[in-house]
Structures are given as structure tokens and as C-alpha cells.
């Protein structure tokens, strides 16, 4: 096939959000049909996209979720009145073929190694590491205001801290 060459080159881009939202109606069933819920590459209508299950529906770091799914999907494939709707308020377009994974207890969405819905612990023994958290779960040092997990909590009579230090600063224990 011969593609003219005085096409504007359009630059690759993707739709990252829920694709119920952009499919086609026509197409969704075939959508679902083809897809997997576990991040890697399949085939619709001849492009690449990719689909993670997030567990339910809801927000996930801004991209509303109505099916269960957040995807990755070439613009191509989207009805562009769809786009218009749901693109910026409740989906993105992004500029590469980001990677998606599940985190935590399958609630945190990963795209591009990056959690999109999911906070870092900030205790001393979690700087540093790559461990999401939800950040509903997420409680505040009573001393410090470091936001920490609930795996991490130290707990006191007063309050709850992010270490065993913070504790000590607000609740001295008493000889
Ligand atoms: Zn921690
Ligand atoms: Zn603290």
C-alpha cells in the first residue's frame, strides 16, 4: 500500500483510563472478548493495547473506573466523541505505550512503575523502598506528620507515630 506523503505525521498517542469509556459501543464485546486482565500486549484490530484488572470501580489516581479496568489504547482505536468526553475530567493521553501492573493488594495501579493511586510509607524503614499503599489506609505520625503504612504504626496511648522515637517525644515513658 502507497500512503501519501503530505499526511501530517501524527504523533503516537494513547489513551490511559477505563476503555469502556472509548471503545466503540459495537466493538466493546469483541474488546472483551480479546483482552486479558493482566497487563500484557494483545491484539485489537490490528494495534497493541494493553488491560489491568484494578479489583472494582471507582478513582484511581483520577482516571474513573466504571468496568474493572484501566487501559492502554492507541487513539486510533477510540471514538473520537468519546474521547472528547471522557479526556481530560476523567481519562489522559500520554505519549508512550506505558506499562501497567497491580500493586499492593491488587488495588494500586502501576503505570510505567509509578503508582497512580498508591502512596510510599514514609517511616524509616520504608524510605526508600518501592512499596505502594493505598492512601486510605495511610496514617498520619501524631508527632512528626509523616504519613506512614498501617503495618508500620507504632501505637501509643495517645496516639499513633511513625516510630518508636516519635513516641518517645510526645509519650516519655515514665520511670
Ligand atoms: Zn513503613
Ligand atoms: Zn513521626
Request: proline share 5%; hydrophobic share 30%.
Amino acid at each position: 500500500m502507497i500512503y501519501p506523503t503530505t499526511l501530517p505525521k501524527i504523533m503516537a498517542e494513547y489513551y490511559l483510563g477505563d476503555p469502556c469509556y472509548v471503545i466503540p459501543d459495537n466493538e466493546w464485546d469483541d474488546f472483551c472478548q480479546i483482552m486479558n486482565y493482566e497487563g500484557n500486549d494483545f491484539d485489537f484490530k490490528g494495534e497493541t493495547c494493553r488491560v489491568i484488572g484494578t479489583g472494582g470501580d471507582g478513582d484511581f489516581g483520577g482516571l474513573s473506573v466504571d468496568a474493572g479496568i484501566i487501559g492502554v489504547i492507541p487513539v486510533s482505536l477510540c471514538d473520537p466523541q468519546k474521547l472528547k468526553n471522557i479526556v481530560p475530567s476523567d481519562a489522559r493521553l500520554i505519549n508512550n505505550f506505558a506499562t501497567l501492573e497491580n500493586d499492593g493488594y491488587g488495588d494500586i495501579i502501576l503505570v510505567d512503575g509509578e503508582a497512580i493511586n498508591g502512596v510510599q510509607c514514609e517511616c524509616s524503614h520504608c524510605r526508600g523502598r518501592e512499596t505502594w499503599h493505598s492512601e486510605d489506609n495511610m496514617v498520619d505520625c501524631d508527632s512528626c506528620g509523616a504519613m506512614v503504612s498501617p503495618d508500620c504504626v507504632e501505637y501509643g496511648d495517645e496516639g499513633e507515630y511513625c516510630s518508636d522515637w516519635c513516641k518517645e517525644e510526645r509519650e516519655p515513658e515514665e520511670d
